[in-house]
């Protein structure tokens, strides 16, 4: 049915940069909304960012100014860029797609990712 895949985790130092990416792929319609998700051991998850397919995005107030969140429709692709990462920034980061499949096209249902891990420490 459809598989949501991620890459571009790894560890980096304070002040650095990364660039996350995750793929959907398989019976999908339409993809109304994808977005970025963390979650540090012994916490809950939590929104980084969020874009809808009417190109609104949303950004924890944590993240913002830092990270970028970008969609490539084309290749059912979002990105997160990571700037100025902190060590607070450290967790598993999970991609989240809202996605409409072939097979009913009304009704959207939420896939998860894997997750990457993205450790910051010196």
């Known amino acids: 049915q459809v598989q949501v895949e991620e890459s571009g985790g790894g560890l980096v130092q304070p002040g650095g940069s990364l660039r996350l990416s995750c793929a959907a792929s398989?019976?999908?319609?339409?993809?109304?909304?994808m977005g970025w998700y963390r979650q540090a051991p012994g916490k809950q998850r939590e929104l980084v960012a969020t874009?809808?397919?009417?190109?609104?995005?949303n950004y924890a107030d944590s993240v913002k100014g830092r990270f970028t969140i970008s969609r490539d429709n084309a290749k059912n692709t979002v990105y997160l860029e990571m700037n100025s990462l902190k060590p607070e920034d450290t967790a598993v980061y999970y991609c989240?797609?809202?996605?409409?499949?072939?097979?009913?096209?009304?009704?959207?249902?939420?896939?998860w990712g894997q997750g990457t891990q993205v450790t910051v420490s010196s």
């Open positions: 989240k797609a809202k996605i409409k499949i072939t097979t009913n096209r009304y009704i959207a249902y939420q896939y």
């Open positions: 398989g019976n999908i319609f339409s993809i109304d909304a």
């Open positions: 874009t809808t397919s009417d190109g609104k995005t």
